[in-house]
């Protein structure tokens, strides 16, 4: 009740009755209650005749300065659940309230259409069906307000629990999005009021990316992604409270492909060189980031992209491995593919530093390179040393001279890349020249005089090869000049002349110097062709021709052993060309040599070997040789004439023998033969039924008539 001030009134309901039917018809029924300086208020409630319910309300106005009008009993609060649930509609009722004509109103906050009315929203019960989004509400306020003026008119209201949901609540649907990689475990575990549990499910393309068809509370699965695209997947997830359904929003999850990338291959290449190296994969869109362990090939340690840069000169070789990882980055995720290797080296070819050389002219000249090239390469800048402009590998030469000293600079480089080249010289010092010497002719007894001539400042050693021409064995200078002696043969010397300049020794030269003997006095010459003797006899030789003799001279003929010392090996003095062998005087098997003399005689009647115009000639070697001879070893006494009987026969001499024996009977060559017998001895057999024997017998003679060995026959 609520007291009404002096100029106000209130309406205080004083009596309620019910009548099932009313057959009178009520026209009106007004209460007035009139006040001063007022216009007058009328209500008035018209009921035509029907049969229905109806409710009829007595209201005595009181006209005061403080009114009371009555007023029906007041409504009782709201029923129903506490909570929404999203599997059937939830009834909501304020009892004795059917003829509060209520209104039901729904207060959400923030989503206003999330929970509506299932039917008609008056009366004395309501339906609330829960069509709420992916998430929840904050505030659920059910209201009831009674339309009929003798109803306090405040509304009821009712808060009610939002149904079972998943906190905090991402209108974007984050909570139930996932990006992962292929390869990652996916986990949703579901966050909602304490006592919420959750079912889910996996749609088709979930089941694709590796979830479970089905289950209850936390989903966990490795996300399974075989493309190389971006792979959706997802299902649904259900919160309960008991058996309150409440919000099924989707979950899903986008799996980013593992991205696979193709093998780069290994790269070689020469120190300062370009280095380009392009990834490709598979996957669109995939990006990539690689390591070096070894920056020293010019790469930094890490970066991304290709590869793209032009590498150092290096002097050694450097080999890096390039470790590199694909990436796919979609909406802030990125995706690592699995790691592949590859090399890049660097073939740092280097020549360690040869050192520089000095030769002389006609030196050889051999440099072997080293270092860590594979081959070496090579320019020479001066020809005139005997080195071509440019080869490749060692070098190996004859230094060639020249009346200055020469130098060149060599480059030697490196392969197969050209850096870290070196140099050094090779000088060849001032040649050591000597001119060639003409060949001389001297008379014994005259003066000899040469002037050798060469380079300047050159050195000239000499020697020679036979004294006896009058010149020392060796020596030094410019002029040789002696006088020659007289010899009693021609001398001829072979002078060798050897220039030095300095610690250079030039190409020696030879030239002849030759002394004659120069006397008229000549032996003349002899038959050279050798000559062979069979057994003790005289043995004549050719008389030599175009020999001339001074006054006083003679020639006389010699027999001497060794050819080395004719004078001193003298075995026989002959006037004339005729010379007897003799056993106990010489040797068989021996061979001896003739030769004529010319000269002054001695007292003795020898030659004066001593003389400046003796001459000598020597002729044929002789060789002595033995008679061969045949003997029976073991003759026979008698033989049967249907029989045969061995002869032995020893031979001396040297083989092989050939020799012709003969069976004769009464001066009657009965039989003959011809052997031949490469040993000492040989057995001949002789069978009379070879030869007619007189029926008789008799005796019968065996005869040789012809003997010779290798080289001498019986009969010589």
Partial sequence: MTAASNSDFMIMPIRCFFS?????????????????????????????????????????????????????????????????????????????????????????????????????????????????????????????????????????????????????????????????????????????????????????????????????????????????MPLFGGGQVTAWMGGCRGTSPAWSVLVLPKPKMNQPPDLTVCGGAPVSVTFSSATPGATFTWTNDNPAIGLPASGTGHINYT??????????????????????????????????????????????????????????????????????????????????????????????????????????????????????????????????????????????TGSTGTVFNWTNSNPAIGLAASGSGPILVFTSPNVQSTQTATVTVTPVKGTCTGEPVTFNITVAKCCATDAGTLDTNAIAVCGPKIVALTLPGNHHLEPGDTLRFILYSNPNNPLGSILQYSDTLFFPFLPGVMNFGQTYYAAVLAGPQLPNDSINSAASCFSIFKGPQVLWRPIPTIAVAMPPESVCSNGCADLVFDFSGTPPFQFTWLIVQGGQILLSKTETSATYQMTVTVCPSDFDVPGTGGYIDFQVNFLVDKFCGCGD
Avoid at 101 to 108: A, G, N, Q, S, Y
Wanted: charged share 10%.
């Fill in 20 to 228: 099932e039917r009313l057959s009178a018809i009520l026209t009106s029924t007004i209460l007035v209650a009139m006040l001063p300086g007022r216009a007058a208020n009328v209500i008035f409630k018209v009921v035509r005749p029907m049969n229905i319910r109806i409710q009829a309300c007595v209201f005595l106005f009181f006209i005061a300065r403080a009114m009371l009008l009555a007023q029906c009993p007041p409504l009782g609060p709201i029923v129903g659940p506490a909570q929404l649930c999203g599997n059937f509609p939830m009834i909501y009722s304020i009892p004795n309230s059917a003829d509060a004509d209520l209104v039901w109103t729904i207060t959400v906050d923030p989503f206003p259409n999330s929970v509506q009315f299932f039917g008609p929203f008056t009366g004395e019960t309501v339906q609330l069906q829960w069509w709420g989004p992916a998430g929840w509400a904050n505030v659920i306020q059910l209201c009831a307000t009674a339309t009929n003026p003798c109803y306090d008119p405040t509304p009821i209201c009712f808060d009610i629990i939002q149904p079972p949901h998943f906190e905090p609540y991402d209108p974007d649907g984050g909570q139930l999005h996932q990006i992962v990689c292929e390869g990652d475990e996916v986990i949703y575990e579901w966050q909602g009021p304490v006592g919420q549990t959750y079912s889910w499910i996996s749609y088709a393309h979930g089941m694709a990316i590796g979830a479970p068809q089905q289950g209850n509370g936390t989903l966990s699965f490795i996300a399974q992604n075989p493309t190389d």
């Fill in 311 to 452: 590498s150092p000169k290096v002097p050694a070789p450097q080999t890096a491995t390039i470790t590199v990882t694909p990436q796919y980055t979609n909406q802030g995720v990125t995706c690592p593919g699995d790691p592949v290797t590859f090399q890049i080296t660097l073939n740092g070819s280097s020549v360690d530093a040869p050192l520089n050389i000095t030769v002389c002219p006609g030196d050889p000249v051999s440099v072997a390179f080293s270092g860590t090239g594979n081959s070496y390469i090579w320019t020479n800048s001066n020809t005139s040393i005997g080195l071509p402009a440019s080869g490749s590998g060692d070098l190996s030469f004859s230094a060639e001279g020249a009346p200055l000293q020469q130098t060149a600079t060599v480059t030697v480089t490196p392969q197969p890349c050209p850096f870290a080249s070196q140099t050094f010289n090779i000088t060849v010092l001032p040649e050591a020249r000597v001119d060639q010497p003409a060949d001389v002719s001297v008379c014994g007894g005259e003066m000899v005089t040469v002037i050798l």
